[in-house]
């Protein structure tokens, strides 16, 4: 197995609609544990996030496109809640089963979830003041410039897109640290298939540049996570 080279051949187990319902929804409410671990948002939050909406001096709304069981919804949330930040949230994915768990979960102040995509907001002439994903890049093969002109279309202000960094290390360090986590979900397998799926720093900045050339800037914030900016079009 080599990891030289983006596998986007691999398919995720909970991708596959006729999966174990059980296993996905712990996988979904689980990434809740994970996500705080290797997802680099912290930093993001504070470096990017937070200082853009508490510049706009107003009340603001931001969208989690892919936003699966809705950890980083709620997550943001509380952030952006002791930080005294009037933040209005929107959380969606296309996966109904997704959006059940989104929805099943403890509410979340100021945030709700729809079972939809990008491309349904922007034909709505829906607009946010933010747009974010997680782990999403990594899902796309062709769609990744629709995707990425899509994000742009929904934003007025700022866009961040976060994925795994693909890497040997990275790889291994995941097939070790996922154990305690992952009895009973799809957590281990479909997380050394994503990071296989990933993109390197150096790939992510050609494939948006070939789509949006000199739109955005992809960064890695921490270790083994690259995320792409961008200022939006709407």
């Given at each position: 197995m ?117 491309a ?30 899509e ?17 040997r ?7 070790v ?51 792409a ?6």
């Open positions: 080599s990891l030289a080279v983006r596998d986007d051949r691999l398919a995720e187990l909970m991708d596959d609609p006729a999966c174990d319902p059980d296993r996905l929804a712990a996988t979904l409410r689980r990434f809740g544990t994970v996500n705080r671990v290797v997802s680099g948002w912290g930093v993001v939050y504070r470096t990017q996030l937070r200082p853009f909406l508490a510049a706009l001096g107003r009340p603001a709304e931001v969208v989690d496109i892919g936003s699966g069981g809705g950890d980083l919804v709620a997550r943001l949330a509380a952030a952006a809640r002791r930080d005294g930040l009037a933040v209005t949230w929107t959380g969606i994915d296309p996966d109904p089963r997704a959006h059940e768990v989104a929805q099943s979960g403890p509410a979340i102040a100021g945030a709700t979830f729809r079972s939809t995509d990008a349904t907001l922007v034909g709505e002439g829906r607009t946010y003041d933010a747009v974010l994903s997680n782990h999403v890049l990594h899902h796309l093969g062709e769609d990744l410039g629709s995707f990425a002109d994000s742009l279309a929904l934003s007025r202000g700022l866009v961040l897109h976060s994925d795994i960094a693909r890497s290390l990275a790889y291994g360090l995941y097939a640290g996922i154990t305690p986590f992952a009895a009973g979900t799809f957590l281990r397998t479909d997380g050394l298939r994503s990071i296989r799926r990933s993109y390197t720093r150096a790939e992510l900045a050609a494939a948006l540049d070939a789509a949006s050339p000199g739109t955005w800037a992809v960064r890695m914030p921490i270790p083994f996570r690259i995320v900016a961008a200022r939006g079009h709407a």
